[in-house]
């Protein structure tokens, strides 16, 4: 099992609709959680934090965690084209605060 | 916003170059890390440094090196460049701290060895 599993898509999505990516981990002591957003040939670009269980919020962003459960996810409503990239989550585990464990990433297509 | 800067942007050299490739930050950021990502692939972890004077190797089998000198400065070498080293290279800083603060990202080294 890998440290922290996201699906490769990719996923589609009409413009407009919410896109629902998701992301387990494997280690439950994990504490710290975070997603990026990277587009072909460019480096990761920081979306959102998130440390504690619930949703968090910022514009058409919420990130949702559930630590119970071991995955974090992210919503993103009014999906536009613009937000077509692959989405990186990172989980840093309990076992060494060095470490930022990245996922695969999600490639997103908001199609027009 | 993050300050995070590296050079070159890319880079196109002969097999058995030394390389030096560049990081800086100017956030004051005590962590730093280095990363290699093929297209499409994901990040592996090559160098990171959580202070001046200290450095250690990430889980990828790296034929690099880095050194920290400055707090601001973090770069990484490679000694001969070979083709197995074309890849794209990004350099991360975050804040120390006592929870994990996120890592943000320069926009990278793209190499091409020949």
């Known amino acids: 099992q890998k440290e922290v599993e996201q699906n490769s898509g990719p996923l589609s999505v009409p413009e407009g609709a919410i896109a629902s990516l998701n992301c387990t981990y494997s280690?439950?002591?994990?504490?710290?959680f975070f997603w990026y957003r990277q587009y072909s040939g460019k480096s990761p670009e920081l979306i959102m934090s998130?440390?504690?269980?619930g949703d968090k919020e910022d514009g058409r962003f919420t990130a949702q965690l559930n630590k119970a459960s071991q995955y974090v996810s992210l919503l993103i409503r009014d999906s536009q084209p613009s937000d077509s990239a692959t989405y990186l989550c990172?989980?840093?585990?309990?076992?060494?605060?060095?470490?930022?464990?990245f996922g695969t990433g999600t490639r997103l297509k908001v199609l027009a | 916003e993050a300050d995070i800067y590296q050079t070159p942007r890319y880079l196109v050299i002969g097999t058995g170059k030394k390389i030096t490739l560049e990081c800086s930050q100017t956030?004051?950021?005590?962590?730093m890390y280095w990363y290699q990502q093929d297209p499409g692939m994901e990040l592996h972890l090559i160098h990171y440094?959580?202070?001046?004077?200290?450095?250690e190797k990430g889980d990828l089998s790296s034929e690099s090196t880095v050194s920290r000198i400055r707090t601001e400065h973090f770069p990484l070498t490679l000694e001969s460049a070979r083709p197995s080293h074309t890849s794209q290279y990004l350099c991360?800083?975050?804040?120390?701290?006592?929870?994990?603060?996120?890592?943000?990202f320069g926009d990278g080294t793209r190499l091409s060895i020949l």
């Open positions: 991360a800083s975050s804040e120390a701290g006592g929870r994990n603060q996120p890592q943000h």
């Open positions: 280690d439950r002591g994990s504490q710290s």
């Open positions: 998130i440390y504690s269980n």
């Open positions: 990172a989980v840093v585990p309990a076992s060494g605060t060095y470490k930022y464990i």
């Open positions: 956030m004051g950021h005590d962590k």
């Open positions: 440094s959580y202070g001046v004077n200290s450095t």
